[in-house]
Structures are given as C-alpha cells and as structure tokens.
C-alpha cells in the first residue's frame, strides 16, 4: 500500500468536512468501547489477564531467538515450508513464485494486515493472478478501489446504500433489491462461495504462532479465513516475526483478551489452530502449505526502544478509543494501520520523516494506553516519537520556537504564573460580552474551525490560592 | 533469497534477544504462572456451557439417548430444509447412530457444495466460551464444520473442559506422540459478520445455524437454567 502519510493534515480536513462519515464515526466511537467495557468487567480480573500476557509477549520477545529457531523446527516437521522475507517486495516475491510453481490463477484471500503493508494483491494482480478479498469487509473496500479505514472493521465507513450501490455496479447479477443489510451479506456469500470452490491457493495471515507445536492460529468470525485454509490446494500463511508465542495456553489466552477487546465476545465464532498440509487418509485440506514470515523493520524495532510496540495484538481498541481518529478516521493517516498503534508503527516500519504527522496526531488524553490490552505504553512511545522529530529537527521551525519558549517558561513558575494572570485577566475582559471569540492572534488554527471560548476570571493557580486562603 | 534472508534475521534476532540457555528461557517461563480465566455463568459446567452457546446465538437440544438424538436430528432438518437428508462425517460416534429411528438418510463423508446441511461429532465442549471442538482428519472433514446452511454437532456432556487450559491438555498427548491433527477448530458460534454498518448478521461465508445436539446425561431442568441465565443476560443489558 502506497504510502501518503505526509498528506495526514490535508486528509484529516477533507474527512472533518464530511458530516456524514464525521457522524458516522461519532456513532462507531460511542458504541464500540461500552461494548468492550461489558466484556472486561464481565471477565472480572481482566487486568491480571493483561499483565499475565504481557509477561508472555516480552518474554517471547526477549528470547525470540530461541522461540524462532523452536517454531521453524516444529512447523517444518508438521510438513510446512518456511520462508523468510527481509522486505515487503520479498514477500510478495516468494508467494508469487509459490503461486506461479503450481500455475495457480486464482487467489482467495483471508484478510491480513501483513499483506496490506506488502500490497500483495497489486503485485500478484501484476503477476496475472485473480485475487479475491474474502473478509466482507475486505472485499468490500477491494470492490470499491479503496483500503481499510480501521484494521478489523475495514469497510465501517461505507453506509448500506454505498455498498448496495456498488454491489449493484460490480456483479452482474440482474435486476435485484438489495435492500437490507441480510440481502447484501447474502449476496456476497453467494459471490465468494465460488471464489472459495474455485480457488487454487489460499491466503490469510495469523493471529499467533506457537513456537512448542508449530501451529498457527487463526481468530475470526466470519470463517473465511478457515475456509481458505482448507479449500485450496495451496496455503500460504503470510505472517511477522512477533507473532510467536511459547505455548498453545498462551495463544488461547491471548485470544481471550483479543476477542473481548475487538467485539466484546469472549470466543469468536472460529478459533483454529492449523499444522500443516493435509494428513494421510484426510478428506480435505490443503495439499501444500507455506509460512512466510516476515521482517521489514520489525527486527529493528526489537533492538530499539520502540520493542514493545512488537507486543501489539492487532485488536483495534486504541483506534476505538482515541478522540483523533473518531475525528479523521483511519484514511487520513495514510497507510495500513490507523489511530494510535498506526501512528508508532508507520513511523518505525517506514519513515519518520514522510509520517511526521502521525506521532502529533495526538491529544495527548492517554485514553489509547489506558485500554490497551497488551499494556503497551502507546501516549509514552507517541511521545518519545516526538521527541525524536525534535531532535532531528523534523519539527518545524515556529513549533521548535514555540516549545522552547515554553520549556524555558515551564521551569520559571513565578513567571509563568504572572503571565498567564496577565493573559487570562485580559481575554476574560475582551471576551466577557459575546463569551468567546472567533478570531485571535496565534490561534488561527483553532478559530478558523471553531470560536475560542472566553475563560473565566483567574487561572487556576490564582483561584486555588484563593480557596485555600478562604478555608484557612 | 529466502535463506539469506534468513540468516540475516536470525543474526538481528539474537543480536536484540538475552542470549539464554533452553533450561532458563523454559524455567522463567513456567514461573510465570497460567492466565486467569473467564469466570463461569453457572457452577455446572453443563449450565455453563449450555448458557453460552446460547449467548453465541447457538441453538440446544437435549437427547437422552441416541435414538432421541438421531429423532431430534431428522425433526431439525425436516423442519429446515423438509428433507431427511444429511452429510456425516466419518467418525464412528455417527456412523453407529440408529439413523433409521428418525428416519434420517445420511451419506459419510465430506459436504459437496450445495449439499444444506452436515453433522460433525465434536470431540470437545469448553464451557468458559460455549465452544464445541473439531480435530480435522479422516473421520472429520473441516469443511463439513464450514459449508453448509446448517452444522449440526453432536456432543457428550461427559467431553465437556471447564476452560481452554483444560482443552491444551487434552490435546497435547495427542502432539507430543506426533500424531498432531492438522487443524484444531473452536467453533463457537454461526458464522457471523458486523462489516456493514456493525450489523450482526449470520451467514456471512459458513452455516447460518449452528445447533448442538447434547448427549450422555443433560436435562432439560439445566438447559431451563441456562435460558433463565441469558434471559436475565439480555434484560440487565449483558452479554
């Protein structure tokens, strides 16, 4: 997926202008955390979870060299080919050649963020492969020439009447209603079940990899996934490095934070563990299968103090939880992976310098780190971003200005105090009649989208003075 | 390519890990202790279960033997399809099945598309998820658990785990003497999607229902209780 991060700003504007999609996503951010909220206080000791997983995700990472070597052992005595791929291009590269050796022409795909970020489909396309997107949401969003907008809910921008549109547009299916949300799941189902019965090499990507016993496990609810990995001939798990785990317990567990976070469920509808191809006297299943893991910086990232963004699960919440992206949504940052996790791991996986808006897409409100499931410290690492953008002067010269006046006015208090007195003293007398103001000196970019309201009499400091004051 | 590539990240690998002994790394690992899990909606584990394949939009019935559940079987599919007929797998839990007594007409074997409806014996239930479990092999084609309209499982109450710790360690004789099933599927629930404006619908790809079949002793006082559990679910606004 091409990436057009460095257009974040021009693209957050576009998406603020749009009421439609802005109440669109109102509607989403309201909804999905009082459903994961359910969940965790239903679950009880749901921070113990957490924390237990945690120990297991920087253990795993801590001695990924050990479970690394462990799973290629076990998953090639399963009877899978391992591959690894240092960059996205060779990724693509090694699945293609797979596809090309069994003179494949048709691709089911489950949906894979992994495969997002190497643009698989565009290349395989190029190497005269079909391939079809099986995740509705996916295919969806393929149909329509667009890319997610959020990583497990990818089409959630696009109303019905959008995706009857397009449904009426794409298949030639004659002439049909369409009308209920029933009748377009329906029409993909038949769509795609042809897709699935046709298809000469699978595709999906994995939720965890069990370093003891070589399985994959893969998490949905739609079973596309599952129906890839068994139709097919061919699978091609097309997976990352910190994915591993030591044990089938701790995938399981894994899964139990996964679930509840993502859709508030406490098993999706398909949780499956694959080993590899088909066993002797077995009806169905794959005849080949392939895992490609993959680098592309994420090595790096190990060796850095960005390491336990490798800890991230891939369940969306920080994006459902996070005021930028309820705003922009997930288009404006540009690249595969959107809301918080997008704005470390784009930077990190591809440039900080293209994506130095990401890391500033951020309130700084701490709400991403609160919800994380895997207790990754994302407002810390946004932060450590930033700074970094400061210290290789990425950051524009009137910001750098900015800050340093602050950072030299932070650390005088009396002064400090005296001229935000002075400041709010006058704004409140300038603004007492109309309440607030729709233009002011420096704050274009705030007044040019909304008023500025008025403060009241006296800053904090000023009035915490005076109560404590008055109680003595 | 491919093993440059991997020798390259092998060496970034342990250049960025601790460098630990096998004996350690396994030691500091069991030192870590097991995960919570999720609590249960009832203290028998068959309530329990029957309350959240409930909660996972499945569908309960109750035999008391196998004539009733081969009866329970024939009524469902009639009542679905107004057919007698059936795919099974070939586990031998179903081909001993007295098909005749409710006058169902099964073929053994793996579902052909277009074929409505199949059932699949399931090894296991977890009652922490409603989960019932399915090791693909000869006598369990996985795409009988995923094609038709309708899967139908049947399951004994006495392979029911309290959690999905318990199921690892059910299945981990059968990897460690390397007879690994090529694929473990909990299934725990119809196939389902809420990609087009968060509406639940089922169906998307696989079965539209998903209906259990209990058998080895449960009631139809547990499965009352389990009812009475999600009813009180969905007035207090739960799950």
Request: contains cysteine.
């Amino acid at each position: 997926m091409e990436l057009q991060s460095q257009h974040f700003r021009e693209k957050a504007a576009d998406a603020l202008a749009d009421s439609a999609a802005v109440a669109q996503r109102d509607k989403i951010a309201q909804f999905t955390p009082i459903i994961r909220d359910a969940a965790m206080q239903e679950f009880g000791s749901f921070e113990a979870l957490r924390k237990h997983i945690k120990r297991i995700r920087q253990h795993s990472l801590d001695n990924l060299d050990y479970y690394l070597a462990r799973f290629e052992l076990e998953a090639t005595n399963n009877g899978n080919q391992v591959h690894y791929a240092d960059t996205p291009d060779e990724m693509n590269s090694i699945v293609l050649d797979i596809c090309q050796q069994h003179g494949a022409h048709r691709v089911a795909k489950g949906k894979s963020m992994v495969t997002e970020e190497t643009a698989l489909n565009d290349y395989l396309q190029r190497g005269g492969l079909e391939v079809v997107e099986t995740d509705l949401g996916e295919y969806i969003i393929q149909q329509a020439g667009e890319t997610p907008s959020h990583i497990v809910a990818p089409a959630l921008h696009k109303s019905k009447q959008e995706i009857r549109e397009l449904f009426l547009e794409k298949h030639a299916l004659g002439e049909r209603a369409l009308e209920t949300t029933e009748d377009l799941v329906d029409e993909a189902r038949s769509v795609l079940r042809e897709t699935f019965l046709k298809a000469d090499v699978g595709i999906i990507g994995s939720n965890a990899l069990i370093a003891e016993n070589g399985y994959s496990m893969l998490v949905t609810n739609e079973g596309n996934g599952d129906l890839c990995a068994n139709l097919p001939n061919v699978l091609i798990i097309c997976t990352t490095l910190d994915r591993i785990l030591p044990r089938g317990e701790d995938a399981t567990a894994m899964q139990r934070l996964l679930a509840r976070s993502t859709t508030g469920q406490a098993q999706t509808s398909y949780t499956s563990f694959y080993s590899g191809p088909r066993r002797e006297g077995e009806l169905d299943g794959p005849l080949e299968t392939h895992i490609v893991l993959l680098d592309n910086q994420r090595t790096d990232i190990l060796a850095s103090d960005y390491k336990e963004m490798l800890q991230c699960i891939r369940c969306g919440t920080c994006l459902n939880h996070c005021p930028v992206f309820a705003a922009t949504g997930g288009h404006s940052y540009g690249w595969v992976y959107s809301g918080p996790m997008g704005s470390i791991l784009t930077p990190l996986l591809t440039s900080l310098e293209t994506s130095e808006a990401l890391p500033n897409a951020c309130t700084s409100c701490g709400r991403c780190g609160e919800v994380c499931p895997a207790d990754i410290p994302l407002p810390d690492l946004l932060r450590d971003l930033r700074h970094e953008q400061y210290q290789q002067k990425m950051t524009a010269p009137r910001w750098r200005v900015g800050l340093k006046l602050h950072a030299w006015l932070a650390v005088r208090p009396s002064l400090y105090q005296f001229l935000t007195a002075m400041l709010t003293t006058v704004l409140h007398r300038l603004g007492r009649k109309k309440g607030s103001f729709s233009q002011l000196p420096f704050a274009a970019g705030w007044t040019s989208v909304r008023d500025f309201p008025a403060p009241q009499s006296g800053t904090f400091m000023q009035q915490y003075k005076a109560r404590t004051k008055a109680d003595e | 390519m491919s093993s440059e590539s991997r020798s390259r990240i092998m060496a970034k690998v342990r250049g960025a890990s601790r460098g630990q002994g096998a004996a350690a790394i396994e030691s500091e690992l069991a030192g870590m202790g097991v995960a919570p899990t999720a609590p249960l909606p009832h203290e028998d584990t068959c309530i329990a279960f029957m309350a959240n394949v409930l909660r996972n939009h499945g569908t309960l019935d109750i035999a008391g033997n196998r004539s009733e559940a081969v009866k329970l079987i024939g009524q469902y599919i009639y009542q679905h399809f107004r057919s007698h007929r059936l795919v099974a797998g070939n586990d031998p839990h179903l081909a001993a099945m007295p098909w005749r007594d409710g006058g169902v007409l099964p073929r053994f074997g793996e579902v052909e598309p277009g074929e409505p409806v199949a059932l699949s014996y399931a090894q296991w239930g977890v009652a922490e998820t409603g989960a019932t479990v399915f090791l693909t092999g000869k006598s369990n084609p996985s795409r009988n658990n995923l094609l038709p309209e309708r899967h139908l499982v049947l399951l004994d109450v006495n392979n029911l785990l309290p959690d999905l710790e318990s199921l690892w360690r059910q299945i981990e004789p059968n990897i460690e003497a390397g007879s690994r099933p090529r694929g473990i599927q909990c299934i725990a629930g119809p196939s389902s999607t809420a990609d087009i404006e968060a509406q639940l619908v089922h169906g998307a790809h696989g079965p539209r229902g998903w209906h259990i079949i209990l058998t080895g002793g449960a009631t139809h006082e547990q499965l009352q209780t389990a009812q009475t559990i999600v009813a009180c679910d969905d007035t207090l606004g739960g799950s």
